[in-house]
């Protein structure tokens, strides 16, 4: 996907790095509590990771701002109160929105405050560089976030519930694999996610004899 | 639930409604130190202290907010609040216990960002604890974290004398192992308090 070894990113690469390449669910593995509780179904997933993503906007926009205010000994608790102005407004944005998504998510939408990928990306991003460049970072962040939710909800809800988006997919003959949507399910599914991954990755370097890892990593 | 008696809460908490295998809480912690036993026990132990006294302080800070009404500070208060209970751990423990302090290293200021913490506060002000019921949660909590993370750490010890296909090894086992923990305490749902 992207040119790697290139000196000087260019904005798309900056991009494309939260989605593809440190995708923050498959390849950092952050912000699991989020990325687990919540999926239970494709909504769910996509609002969660539209919160998330207006909060890691917000707080690069702001700690990008005031990176040369922000003393260096209080940065990381600035950063923390920054994160948890954004994550109020979200709370009470969603509570306006829709009440029932409001009580389906509960109280992880407050939890994103303590959500890693958005102190690491203020830490490790937004406080080193320039309003444009850690925006579109963030953006490119967010997107891989809400793509990764989305991975994982879209599969529970399929076989969880036989439906996705809530409409129903099998026909009423289908039996749904109750665990799914149970906490089992969300560490089975992200396991099953990462094997996939890893699978893709080992595979690049011996591209001799995939076919029969295929096997194993299609087993959830 | 307001009325749950407090065994029921502890039980519920330490075992049906454990915080890590069925409310995803916690989790950075419990895939990161779960290596090795004997790092597992003094990370839980200061966990739990720390959510202790979270909640204790949340349960004052909430009857504060809610009798200012300002109720919109409630998260950025709560979040400061389990930020500077961190940093005071951190000073008693080097003052009292030097080595406990090297021990733990850089996992302790981390506790900051464990969600762990932060959803035994907000869960106790949505459920509407006491402050009895607040403690006794949070102890429940501490202590189901504790459990989850040595028994993870006790597969993950016996797992490394195994031979494991390439493909598995790292983060996805550590999910395919923790799911089938979580499909165990399964069995406990319905314990104490239930839903």
């Known amino acids: 996907m992207a040119i790697?070894?290139?000196?000087?990113?260019?904005?798309?690469?900056?991009?494309?790095?939260?989605?593809?390449?440190?995708?923050?669910?498959?390849?950092?593995?952050?912000?699991?509590?989020p990325a687990l509780a919540v999926t239970v179904s494709a909504v769910n997933a996509l609002a969660m990771g539209a919160a998330t993503t207006f909060v890691l906007l917000?707080?690069?926009?702001?700690?990008?701002?005031?990176?040369?205010?922000?003393?260096?000994?209080?940065?990381?608790?600035?950063?923390?109160?920054?994160?948890?102005?954004?994550?109020?407004?979200?709370d009470y944005l969603i509570a306006a929105i829709s009440l029932e998504l409001y009580e389906a998510l509960g109280a992880f939408i407050q939890l994103?405050?303590?959500?890693?990928?958005?102190l690491g990306r203020a830490e490790a991003h937004a406080s080193k560089h320039a309003p444009g460049r850690a925006v579109i970072n963030a953006l490119g962040m967010g997107l891989?976030?809400?793509?990764?939710?989305?991975a994982l909800g879209s599969v529970r809800e399929i076989f969880g519930a036989g439906t996705l988006f809530g409409v129903p997919l099998f026909g009423p003959d289908f039996q749904p694999w109750v665990v799914m949507v149970l906490p089992p399910g969300g560490f089975f599914v992200l396991g099953a996610w990462l094997l996939l991954f890893n699978w893709w990755r080992n595979r690049k370097p011996a591209a001799s004899e995939p076919a029969n890892v295929v096997r194993e990593a299609s087993h959830g | 639930m307001a009325d749950a008696t407090l065994g029921q809460i502890f039980l519920a908490t330490v075992l049906a409604n454990n915080f890590v295998l069925a409310m995803f809480l916690g989790l950075c912690p419990?895939?990161?130190?779960?290596?090795?036993?004997?790092?597992?026990?003094?990370?839980?132990?200061?966990?739990?202290?720390?959510?202790?006294?979270?909640?204790?302080?949340?349960?004052?800070?909430?009857?504060?907010?809610?009798t200012f009404e300002l109720e919109f500070l409630r998260l950025i208060s709560y979040i400061?609040?389990?930020?500077?209970?961190?940093?005071?751990?951190?000073?008693?423990?080097?003052?009292?216990?030097?080595?406990l302090f090297r021990a733990l290293g850089i996992y302790l200021p981390l506790i900051t960002t464990n969600c762990a913490i932060l959803g035994v506060a907000l869960f106790q002000t949505a459920r509407e604890y006491s402050l009895a019921q607040a403690l006794v949660f949070s102890l429940?909590?501490?202590?189901?974290?504790?459990?989850?993370?040595?028994?993870?750490?006790?597969?993950?010890?016996?797992?490394?004398?195994?031979?494991?296909?390439?493909?598995?090894?790292?983060?996805?086992?550590?999910?395919?192992?923790?799911?089938?923990?979580?499909?165990?305490?399964?069995?406990?749902a319905g314990l104490g308090a239930g839903e």
């Open chain 1, 4 to 33: 790697p070894g290139q000196k000087q990113l260019t904005s798309m690469d900056e991009f494309l790095e939260g989605i593809w390449k440190q995708n923050p669910v498959f390849v950092m593995v952050l912000g699991l509590c």
């Open chain 1, 58 to 90: 917000g707080s690069a926009l702001l700690v990008s701002l005031m990176r040369n205010v922000i003393p260096k000994e209080v940065r990381i608790a600035t950063y923390i109160v920054i994160i948890a102005t954004f994550v109020t407004i979200v």
């Open chain 1, 112 to 118: 994103i405050v303590v959500n890693c990928i958005i």
């Open chain 1, 144 to 150: 891989g976030f809400t793509i990764g939710l989305f």
């Open chain 2, 30 to 66: 419990f895939i990161g130190v779960s290596g090795r036993l004997n790092t597992a026990l003094p990370m839980g132990a200061a966990t739990s202290f720390v959510m202790l006294v979270a909640s204790l302080c949340a349960y004052g800070l909430n009857w504060l907010v809610t």
């Open chain 2, 80 to 99: 400061v609040i389990i930020a500077s209970a961190v940093q005071l751990v951190e000073m008693v423990l080097k003052k009292y216990s030097p080595a």
């Open chain 2, 140 to 188: 429940g909590g501490g202590a189901g974290f504790t459990l989850a993370l040595l028994l993870m750490a006790g597969l993950r010890e016996r797992l490394n004398l195994a031979s494991v296909p390439n493909v598995v090894q790292g983060t996805a086992l550590s999910l395919m192992l923790a799911g089938l923990l979580s499909l165990a305490f399964m069995g406990f």
